[in-house]
């Protein structure tokens, strides 16, 4: 224990309140801490909403996420485009108006520092990165792009997500706007109106389901979230749930699979990397990048499926006989399927489908072998 905390002046730090804090408690959420923000990690249960988003359509409050939007400062002349390459390995000349794009954020040694979706505007780019690392990237990418261009922190912004099968239904009924909802595609976003609230929607999500992501002011993150949960489809869902789901799509979470240890060939997120930059290089840790898909890494991100029904946990070792070859970063059971699944980072001559490995958990050794992820096929619109 440090002197600071036995300091008697000091108030502890109190976790700063998303829009939709009240509205969940009423709702009759258990609020966790989460990212620095207390949030729903449930409301009847995880099982329960896993399984309503499965079938139907499911809101989660996702507002803790940072939404940032770069352009250039007021009367500079920069190429905004290239600047962001220089500090991302994304292509943007293939990133047409309104498309969404997945990447990262690497450090100079290729570490992954976060992953992110990147949007093309008119003016300029619209991100979104991870709550839990939003203010380091924000000092990260004011290190890599020049001070010509903007980072606009879009604090006050609420983001909501939609997902699943019905979704679409749901959320058509209220979204106004030039481009009909339903002939928006996976990773396409347009502007909307929703109750007469300005709204940027995506088809994009984190469950693997079919859904939206939709970015709106926080003043009417309430209204918003009542009129969606106005209709029959709609129920609000917790981080529960939400992790569960992201865990049977086969999708990393920052800081358990995905850490700056890794890089982009070993955590299986090349697809962050676009082909063209995978060559031409010209973004912090390329030289690794490259020599990865050359030479290939030590260890590779894989799927596990579990006999029994005991769940391995982060930090599981992954055995191979009596040789340890890897170690669980996240597990489960996965209601959709009926037995514990995982990803773990494991011995690249090991993770070939099919081969039979042993995860020590509590003293007992679980079987398990490798499998293709996504665990449950995405349903995306493409």
Same mark, same amino acid.
């Given at each position: ?14 976790? !700063? ?100 979706? @990147? ?40 983001? /909501? ?85 992201? /865990? ?63 769940? !391995? ?20 059971? !996965? ?30 050794? /679980?079987?398990?072998?490798?499998? !293709?992820?996504?665990? @449950? ?6």
């Amino acid at each position: 224990m440090s002197d600071f905390e036995n300091d008697p002046d000091l108030e502890p730090i109190e976790p !700063a309140i998303l829009p939709l804090d009240a509205w969940h408690r009423g709702k009759g959420a258990r609020m966790v801490e989460f990212a620095g923000y207390p949030m729903p990690i449930q409301y009847e249960g995880i099982l329960a909403e896993h399984l309503w988003t499965r079938e139907s359509a499911g809101l989660f409050d996702v507002s803790h996420m940072g939404q940032l939007y770069i352009a250039p400062a007021e009367g500079a002349e920069i190429d905004v485009e290239a600047a962001l390459e220089a500090a991302l390995p994304i292509d943007l000349a293939t990133l047409k108006t309104g498309s969404v794009r997945y990447s990262l954020l690497l450090d100079e040694e290729g570490g992954i520092l976060d992953d992110l979706m @990147v949007t093309r505007w008119n003016s300029g780019f619209y991100l979104v990165v991870n709550g839990a690392t939003k203010w380091d990237d924000i000092g990260t990418l004011r290190e890599y792009l020049p001070d010509e261009v903007n980072i606009n922190h879009l604090d006050d912004n609420a983001l /909501l997500a939609l997902q699943g099968p019905k979704a679409v239904d749901a959320l058509a009924r209220h979204a106004k706007g030039e481009t009909p909802l339903t002939e928006l595609k996976f990773m396409k976003g347009a502007a909307y109106t929703l109750g007469g609230v300005e709204a940027w929607i995506s088809r994009s999500g984190y469950t693997g389901e079919d859904g939206f992501e939709i970015a709106i002011p926080g003043e009417d993150a309430a209204k918003v979230a009542d009129l969606l949960c106005g209709e029959p489809e709609v129920k609000p869902i917790g981080l529960g749930a939400r992790d569960s789901l992201r /865990l049977e799509a086969g999708l990393p979470l920052y800081g358990h699979d995905m850490t700056p240890e890794q890089g982009a060939v070993e955590a299986g997120l090349i697809f962050g990397v676009n082909k063209r930059r995978r060559s031409e290089g010209g973004f912090p840790g390329a030289a690794r990048v490259q020599k990865d898909l050359a030479e290939g890494t030590q260890r590779l991100r894989i799927g596990l499926a579990l006999e029994g029904r005991m769940a !391995a946990r982060e930090g599981a070792k992954v055995m191979s006989g009596d040789n340890e070859v890897g170690i669980v970063t996240s597990g489960g059971f !996965a209601p959709t399927l009926q037995h514990p699944i995982a990803m773990a980072y494991v011995d690249t001559a090991l993770t070939a489908n099919g081969t039979a490995l042993q995860i020590e958990m509590r003293g007992k050794r /679980l079987d398990a072998r490798v499998v !293709a992820m996504p665990f @449950v096929p995405n349903r995306y619109v493409r």
